[in-house]
C-alpha cells in the first residue's frame, strides 16, 4: 500500500523558512515525477512544484524564487524548501506521486493527507 507521509509544517513569521518532507513508502518513486501542492481556506488546490525523474524542476509562478523542490531518493523522500514566506502562502500543503517519469501539474496518482503551514504577518 502506498502512503504519502507529509511532515515539516508549522507555524513561522513573514520572512521565515520552513521545510517540509514526503515520505513515501509501499514502493519507490526514484523514477517518477513527485510534486507539491496546496489548498487555502476556501480556495481550491493549486499547484506549488514539481520534480522529475531526471530531477528537472518546475514552479507557480507564485513561489518561483522563493521556494525549492528536491529529492532524495536513497530516501525516498521529496523535500520543499520555502522561504521568504509570506501570509499568503498560508495553506494545507500536500505531497503527490505520480505513475510516470515526468508530469507537471496534472496527473498524480497518489497523495498525501498534508500538513498545516500558517505564515502570520
Known amino acids: 500500500q502506498v502512503q504519502l507521509v507529509e511532515s515539516g509544517g508549522g507555524l513561522v513569521q513573514a520572512g521565515g523558512s520552513l521545510r517540509l518532507s514526503c515520505l513515501a513508502s509501499?514502493?519507490?518513486?526514484?523514477?517518477?515525477?513527485m510534486g507539491w501542492f496546496r489548498q487555502a481556506p476556501g480556495k481550491e488546490r493549486e499547484f506549488v512544484a514539481t520534480?522529475?525523474?531526471?530531477?528537472?524542476?518546475g514552479y507557480a509562478d507564485s513561489v518561483k524564487g522563493r521556494f525549492t523542490i528536491s529529492r532524495d531518493n536513497a530516501k525516498n523522500t521529496v523535500y520543499l524548501q520555502m522561504n521568504s514566506l509570506r501570509p499568503e502562502d498560508t495553506a494545507v500543503y500536500y505531497c503527490?506521486?505520480?505513475?510516470?517519469?515526468?508530469?507537471?501539474?496534472?496527473?498524480?496518482?497518489?497523495w498525501g493527507q498534508g500538513t498545516q503551514v500558517t505564515v502570520s504577518s
Open positions: 503527490a506521486a505520480s505513475k510516470t517519469y515526468f508530469t507537471g501539474r496534472n496527473n498524480y496518482d497518489y
Open positions: 509501499g514502493r519507490t518513486f526514484n523514477s517518477n515525477a
Open positions: 520534480i522529475s525523474g531526471g530531477r528537472l524542476t
